[in-house]
Nanobody
Framework: VQLRESGGGLVQPGGSLELTCEVS????????MGWFRQAPGDQRDLVAQ???????TYAESAKGRFIISRDNIRNMITLQMKSLRSEDTGVYYC????????????WGQGTQVTVSL
């Protein structure tokens, strides 16, 4: 199973970015999919996640600014981020939980988001 992230980059405060994660290499369905962020020296924290049936969870800092969406046919999730702040800076990791004889989490390699002047 491979997770391929795209869409990171450098953006000024107040700007927008859209991250995309495409999952391939599995013949089974996926449960929860989402995004974590890791800033330098910090732990990896949840940004947003969406369950297989559509229930969405956002970190408090993401509410009202970020929108996560999911395409179950293409096994893809998107994170639309607006009104970006310097504290949104970090490496964003996509993850997906494969459902087959249990639940197996997979992670992408991460994409850097830098919010700075």
């Amino acid at each position: 199973v491979q997770l391929r992230e795209s869409g990171g980059g450098l953006v000024q405060p107040g700007g927008s970015l859209e991250l995309t994660c495409e999952v391939s290499g599995s013949n089974f369905r996926f449960g929860t999919m989402g995004w974590f962020r890791q800033a330098p020296g910090d732990q990896r924290d949840l940004v947003a996640q969406v369950a297989e049936r559509g229930h969405i969870t956002y970190a408090e800092s993401a509410k009202g600014r970020f929108i996560i969406s999911r395409d179950n046919i293409r096994n893809m999730i998107t994170l639309q981020m607006k009104s970006l702040r310097s504290e949104d800076t970090g490496v964003y990791y996509c993850y997906a939980v494969e459902i087959h004889e249990g639940h197996t989490p997979y992670w992408g390699q991460g994409t850097q988001v830098t919010v700075s002047l």
